[in-house]
């Protein structure tokens, strides 16, 4: 059986910039399309290798800038062939367009089980109103979910989870999952499914993340998927990381890493096919898949790479 890869970016307005007091146009175009290698550059990318990728959308930031931006980025995903899905950073529910230091819980396990089910409805709505399809699948912004979050998705009808990240485990992921458990598993009366760690030295996890890993050691870690027969790979990268944290030249590191990583699903496409969580693949609910072990080979060349990356490449032109 092959390896479904479930290959996820995490799409919202950002923060720091709405803290900066920058415009509603200005946000958008640093979050979304930072440097032309935001979602439209990376959507050009996909369709080129011929890939499935899951958009995990933020709506909440329509409750301050209103809905247009949420619904233009929503359109494109659509309109080329990927899928949307519901992803939720809650301090938008307490943001203001006129007070930008105000703000709700940035966490969302902060909240009681009520309250996290009111907001994750309140999301699911408004990704409605952008013109997405019913979710089914949810991730929490910051991987910030634990079993009241999943228990609101399972009264919400949402069938998938994607928030587990043992890397971030016990706060803010704090499912209660073992921080190494990367196979599915059916868990709060949802299907859990985790992002992929790795271990980048003997007892300490890295996540399956663009900016996270080198191009190596992505590399390593699908062909070590594959070999083991693991039930999924999930990979995490987001609307804005292939640019510099400023939003305003390409990050070549990043950009490079997901370029490569396109390259290396297309060819194994046979072992490793992309999917999207509204196919409802398949999936073994029974693995005990382990994370790729530790190379201190890879983790010295990636970290010489993100030292690169940190001095030259996030600089702000």
Known sequence: MATHVFLTIDTELMWRHHAAGLDIAA???R???PAGVGIGWQLERLAAHGLKATFFVDPMPALVHGIGPIRAVVESILAAGQEVQLHLHPNWAGASAADRAVHGSFELTDLSAAAQRDLIARARDLLREARAPEPVAFR???????????????????????SHNGCEHPWPSAIALPPRRIAPLAHGGVIEVP?????DRVGRLRHFQICALS???MRAALDHAA???????????????????????PNRVHVARFEALCRMLAN?????????FADRPAL????????LGASLVRTGWRQVEQLWSNLVEERAA
């Open 31 to 33: 979050s979304l399309e």
């Open 195 to 199: 992002v992929t760690v790795i271990e």
């Open 284 to 291: 073994p609910l029974d693995r005990e898949d382990a994370p």
């Open 215 to 217: 191009a190596g050691e």
């Open 27 to 29: 946000i958008a175009a």
């Open 140 to 162: 929490s912004g910051s991987y910030a979910a634990n079993d009241d979050t999943l228990a609101a998705l399972a009264a919400l009808g949402i069938a998938y989870d994607s």
């Open 227 to 249: 070999r083991a027969r693991h039930a999924a790979v999930t990979i995490v990268g987001h609307s804005f990381e292939l640019s510099n944290r400023a939003g305003t030249r």
């Open 268 to 276: 194994r496409r046979e072992s490793l096919p992309t999917a999207h």
